[in-house]
RNA sequence: GCCCGGAUGGCGGAAUUGGUAGACGCGCUAGCUUCAGGAGCUAGUUGUCGCAAGGCAGUGCAGGUUCGAGUCCUGUUCCGGGCACCA
């Protein structure tokens, strides 16, 4: 009889719900477990395969825990603000709440065909006034922590989202990470989390947490900590002075011009009449190219002199001030100390100028005389120096600084790359931002009371730069919360990654309404033991969900110092190479397969398609296979209905009882049960299928084995299929006799070590590498006996007659070598 | 340019970490079954030489270490990802 899935699948969930299998007592703490999958972008209506690719084997993964014996939690929510859901309104005048809320509606039906065990009760929403009131609510105590603030600054630009977006969502090619579009730079009063107070511990909090070193690495490169120090020079004819930041004191020395970032306003002020015009020019010049196309390595440095000259505080020589593109503001103090022979890019620059080169550290075994070739960047000796000379220069380095600090030119500091967080978006479908402008007051708070502001549902939605919002005169005009008076609120939303940073927090009990999570639940279950989500997230989401964390921690809100204790990414699915998108026409459906082949078929292909977090190439080629095998098991289980109860099997058996073909399929479950455990624990998916794939191969002897055996055989593997095909697994067990759910009352079977023990053993014979022969032994013979037996062998004697042999290397139960003349 | 991954049959991929390369699955071939198509079952399937027994070659490429290398070392090519004037 064909397995009839579409029965199997809808009755199964249908009792799942009715008697709420999944839902988790989180008063129960005993083996608690949080397995967490990122949640769903809900716009669209429909599940890709990269949603099913990253739900099914976390699910699958989180119900073995369950079957394990873990009280696991496992929920589903919907990150549903975003510009998806607007620009789809923009082009069809859906309105985003409307398109977003059909939208999850039919996304959470899809999660239940899946199978997926998520606790429905903790479903949330972050579109939902009853969440986002608590992003809102997060605001204030930053801003009363002085940790949000407002900053007018140079900010990325995406044309086509008609948005800023923060430094982490431009891609480093200079577009914008959600569309693509060449992303400009703005000078904008925006709204600011300073995630950078948290910058060391963000860094140091690294080493605790069971991550994948690459996106650890990733976030350490993203933080950026540079140790250095800071060196004023003073400015001929000038009392302000030049402030540089080097990790290189040891080669002031060999300062032969320094340079300023272009848009420094200093250089207004020092800038000698006659070189005025060019200045101008050349600022207009780098003004008209972009963040990305100044910031090109490939790109060739220009610059021009300013007139002016700095002394350098260690020798008092003059050198000339230039500005150049490689200067960047925003980094260190936008200003440069230039050692051409000790810094490439330097090096570059005084080449093309024909600045002076100086050499100031001694590459070990070369001579002083020695022309400089190219900037020498490592540690040397140092040369050229006056009183540090002969000094290594890493030593030189505190010593130098040391003498700087006495007099108050210079000291150490550390640098990072990390900017804080800009949080505004000139869009409709976020977070309104809790603050009021009052003619007479200023920037006000909207006092915690007064929230959630609510988003208004009417507002024009055009696509011209400007923020919504500002359209619903009902929205903005507001009395101000301090004064009474005339006052407007801020039209701006807010990044949709503040949404995403804590809603780990309030799954436990969505609906509290008397904060933002209940602190009580949130320490019983963070940090999230699990946590399964796209490598695309390594900088932006991870590191904002770190920041946001331990701001909560220190406001007492939570008890832990990370959210998330072990992460894994699962790979990408492409299609014919490239990724799945609309605008590529290369989407595949999964509806066509979750009609031909059943949820759990699908699942469990994607899961045999390959190693997890690598992800692949979709093809549909092999999915027959694993159909076949899930039509073989039904088969296997349909013919043997209430086998368990006619022949209940025993908890363990005696290899002494059994005929051959019973000892093998005894050996064959044993040894699966091991490897199936192993290879799931560690989201090895494709090769836990693989071993219940050969398993089902041994157990076409059942026919040849006593009944309760086959009992013992078809309930272990029913277990172990159950969390990759929940359906099959449930029906097969009920198909056994019994009475209740695997997952209502969970069921794990341990492997009999007994059974794993082989009697008899092939010794490989190896000559001079090459294998000659195999013998049948006995385990754990003696090596005297091993080495009989394989000098007795024909195949071995002839080739070891007549030779002399050098050598013999015994492996135990493994392999015989011989190294013969 | 720098830093990580990776490269194994016609295809997706295994390989207890130095010990029988190719598990498992797809595809293909043959046989059985079927009116037929499909499906199912059984056997085979790295290449090559051979009637066969068996031999030889073989994990991107070139070397090396070792009794023994897909696995370790050196160099190199290609592919994927990340970073990229951060002083």
Known sequence: MKYPFQEVESSWQKFWEDNKIHKTDLTNLEKKLYCLVMFIYPSAAKM????????????????????????????????AFGLPAENYAIKTGVHPHDSTLKNITDIREMMKQMGGMYDWDAELMTCAPEYYRWNQWLFLQLYKKGLAYRKNAPVNWCPSCQTVLANEQVLNDGNCERCGSTVIQKNL?????????????????????????????????????????????????????????????????????????????????????????????????????????????????????????????????????????????????????????????????????????????????????????????????????????????????????????????????????????????????????????????????VPEENLPVVLPYDVAFKPDGGSPLASNKEFVEAKCPKCGGHAHRDVDTMDTFVDSSWYYLRYMNPNFSNGMFDSELANNWTPVDMYVGGAEHAVMHLLYARFVHKFLRDIGMVNSDEPFQRLIHQGTITAQGSKMSKSRGNVVDPNSFMENYGADVFRMYLMFMGPYELGGDWSDKGIVGVDRFVQRAYTMFESNKNIALEFPAKDKYSLAEFNEAEKSVYRKVNQTILKVDVEIENFRFNTAVAALMELSNEMKNLSECRKDLVSYTLERFAVMIAPLAPHLGEECWKLLGNETSLFRRPVWFNADEKALRVDAMTIVVQINGKVRSKIELPVDVSEAEVKAAVFADEKVKSYTDGKEVVKEIYVPNKIYTIVIK
């Open 48 to 79: 890709h395969i990269g949603h099913w690719y990253n739900y099914g084997p976390t699910d699958s993964w989180a119900r073995f825990k369950k079957l394990k014996g873990f009280n696991v939690f496992e929920p589903m929510g919907y990150d």
């Open 189 to 445: 009063t925006q709204w600011f989390f300073k995630i950078t107070n948290y910058v060391d511990e963000l860094l140091d909090g690294l080493d605790k947490i069971d991550w994948p070193e690459k996106t650890k690495l990733m976030q350490k490169n993203w933080i950026g900590k540079s140790i250095g120090s800071e060196v004023e020079f003073a400015i001929e004819g000038h009392d302000e002075k030049i402030t540089v930041f080097t990790t290189r004191p040891d080669t002031l020395f060999g300062v032969t011009y320094v340079v300023l970032a272009p848009e420094k306003e200093l250089v207004q002020r020092i800038t000698k009449p006659e070189f005025k015009d060019v200045v101008d020019q050349y600022i207009d010049s780098v003004k008209s190219f972009s963040e990305i196309e100044r910031t090109s390595t490939v790109k060739e440095k220009t610059g021009v002199p300013t007139g002016a000259y700095a002394v350098n505080p260690v020798n008092g020589e003059r050198v000339p001030v230039w500005i150049a593109d490689y200067a960047l503001a925003t980094y260190g103090t936008g200003c440069v100390m230039a050692v051409p022979g000790h810094d490439e890019r330097d090096f570059e620059f005084a080449k093309k100028f024909n600045l002076p080169i100086r050499k100031v550290i001694l590459k070990p075994g070369t001579e002083l005389g020695d022309e400089l070739k190219e900037a020498y960047t490592e540690i040397g000796t140092m040369i050229n120096s006056g009183k540090y000379d002969g000094i290594e220069s890493d030593k030189g380095i505190e010593k130098i600084i040391k003498d700087l600090e006495a007099q108050k030119l210079g000291r150490g500091k550390i640098n990072y790359r990390l900017r804080d967080w800009l949080i505004s978006r000139q869009r409709y479908w976020g977070t309104p931002i809790p603050i009021i402008y009052c003619d007479q007051c200023g920037e006000v708070p």
